[in-house]
């Protein structure tokens, strides 16, 4: 069945450096695939999304590109705040047009100032 | 605008208790759905709906029974609680999917943490 892998976390940064978040999935046909962010205390948000290969989502400084020929869709943050932090799931959605999505495990990141 | 609201925020059950999981959107959303996710793991779908009157089965119904007679509302009913009950529960909605390509977001109620002991 359809599935979605990220990488473990936690991650632990210190505030301005590089993010990078591994996804990768496993689904038939062209899946659309998104980014939920999860602050503490509070329920899921959409973070971005990218409905076809190729695409990139963007968003807050976040940005993450489907790329077909490696089923991975990472997300990337050139500088994080410590208000970024929070847990990050990455999501798909299966091509038949239903509207239930597959979830990651989720990546706990922490920014230090 | 309120969104999605669930309630209770905490609750601790005993081993057998029955209890009944708010949801309520102002959105005029079609679809609605309720989530667990236990410690480490993603969101796992219990149960959805497409609209007033109609619920389908998610990954990991079992244990669980809902209904939608409204479409603001959509309970999440625990008959027989057990230890493996022990999560947080996320309700969510979002409105129809008009076309393969097109997404609507989902939006997420704030979360219910269960525990069963």
């Known amino acids: 069945g359809d599935s979605v892998t990220q990488m473990e976390g936690p991650v632990t940064l210190s505030e301005e450096a590089f993010l990078t978040i591994n996804c990768t999935y496993t689904a038939t046909g062209y899946p659309s695939l998104f980014w939920y962010v999860q602050y503490p205390g509070e329920g899921l948000q959409l973070l971005l999304k990218?409905?076809?290969?190729?695409d990139k989502g963007s968003n807050k400084g976040f940005e993450a590109t489907y790329r077909k020929e490696t089923t991975s869709f990472h997300l990337e943050k050139g500088s994080v705040q410590v208000s970024d932090s929070a847990v990050y799931f990455c999501a798909l959605r299966t091509q038949g047009g239903s509207e239930k999505l597959v979830f990651g495990k989720g990546t706990k990141l922490t920014v230090n100032p | 605008n309120a969104g999605v609201t669930q309630t209770p925020k905490f609750r601790i059950l005993k081993i057998g208790q029955s209890m009944t999981l708010q949801c309520t959107q102002d959105?005029?959303?079609?679809?609605m759905y309720w989530y667990r996710q236990d410690p480490g793991m993603g969101l796992k779908l219990i149960y959805y709906?497409?609209?007033?009157?109609?619920?389908d089965k998610g990954e990991v119904p079992n244990g669980y029974n809902v209904s939608r007679s409204t479409t603001e509302d959509f309970p999440l009913r625990l008959e027989l609680a057990a230890p493996s009950q022990t999560s947080v529960y996320f309700c969510a909605s979002s409105t129809t999917g008009l076309a393969v390509r097109s997404y609507n977001e989902q939006f997420f109620g704030p979360g219910t943490r269960l525990t069963v002991l």
């Open positions: 990218a409905t076809k290969a190729d």
């Open positions: 959105m005029n959303h079609n679809y």
């Open positions: 709906s497409v609209g007033a009157g109609i619920t």
